[in-house]
């Protein structure tokens, strides 16, 4: 059984340009999250999703971030007109239930450079 | 969301047992125990969790006080594999979110 895949492992944009992560949940797996670590940081959680459905974006960045999770696909971390600050490593995790009774199981996520 | 507090860094010798302590005196009834590791580069990977009651299983083993106000989490036999950061985190049994909320961790160190 195939493991939470993130990709690109490593993206790298210029100022100003978008930044698309995808994050295929383990099979069987309706609920995604995504977690960002700057460097030298903590994880810190962004957004909680079900199949087409946001649940919980209280750590999402009110602008230029966004995230979805279409009925067919992966699901889609966006960032518009990316800035040096949003340089970190992003991290899915994906679930079959969200009770405290079911581990996540993360990807090895992705790192963003932005130059 | 009831906080946490471990060490920030701790060693080990290859082979030995460790011993990771976590505080959560404002732990509340219904909040579950969980642990995760992050090794380098990769993403945290879940460890154990419980609730009241130790427990075991092939990773490690989860010593939860009586009180609940601290836990333990217990490396039986420590290999370089498991240099890693250790993340203890309460989960609200009735959430109907299940996120984690990590702290700051402890950084563990195993030497050869």
């Known amino acids: 059984n195939a493991g939470v895949m993130q990709n690109p492992r490593h993206l790298v944009r210029r100022r100003g340009q978008e930044a698309r992560l995808r994050c295929s949940p383990m099979?069987?797996?309706?609920?995604v999250y995504w977690y960002r670590q700057l460097p030298e940081e903590g994880l810190k959680f962004m957004v909680y999703?079900?199949?087409?459905?946001?649940?919980?974006e209280s750590g999402m960045p009110k602008e230029r971030f966004s995230a979805e999770f279409p009925k067919e696909g992966p699901s889609i971390l966006r960032i518009q007109q990316v800035v040096r600050g949003d340089s970190a490593a992003y991290f899915c995790?994906?679930?079959?239930?969200?009770?405290?009774?079911?581990?996540?199981?993360f990807g090895n996520g992705t790192r963003l450079t932005v130059t | 969301d009831a906080k946490t507090t471990q060490p920030n860094s701790m060693e080990s010798n290859e082979e030995e047992p460790v011993h990771l302590p976590c505080n959560h005196s404002t732990i509340s009834g219904t909040d579950y125990i969980h642990w995760y590791r992050q090794l380098p580069s990769q993403g945290p990977e879940y460890v154990i969790h419980?609730?009241?009651s130790n427990v075991n299983n092939r990773m490690a083993s989860l010593a939860i006080a009586e009180d609940r106000k601290s836990s333990t989490l217990i490396l039986h036999r420590a290999t370089l594999r498991d240099a890693a950061v250790y993340y203890c985190?309460?989960?609200?049994?009735?959430?109907?979110?299940?996120?984690?909320?990590f702290g700051q961790g402890t950084t563990l160190q195993v030497k050869p």
């Open positions: 419980g609730l009241t």
């Open positions: 995790a994906s679930s079959p239930l969200s009770s405290y009774n079911s581990p996540l199981h």
């Open positions: 999703l079900q199949k087409e459905n946001i649940i919980d």
């Open positions: 099979k069987g797996h309706s609920h």
């Open positions: 985190i309460l989960r609200d049994g009735p959430s109907n979110t299940g996120k984690l909320i």
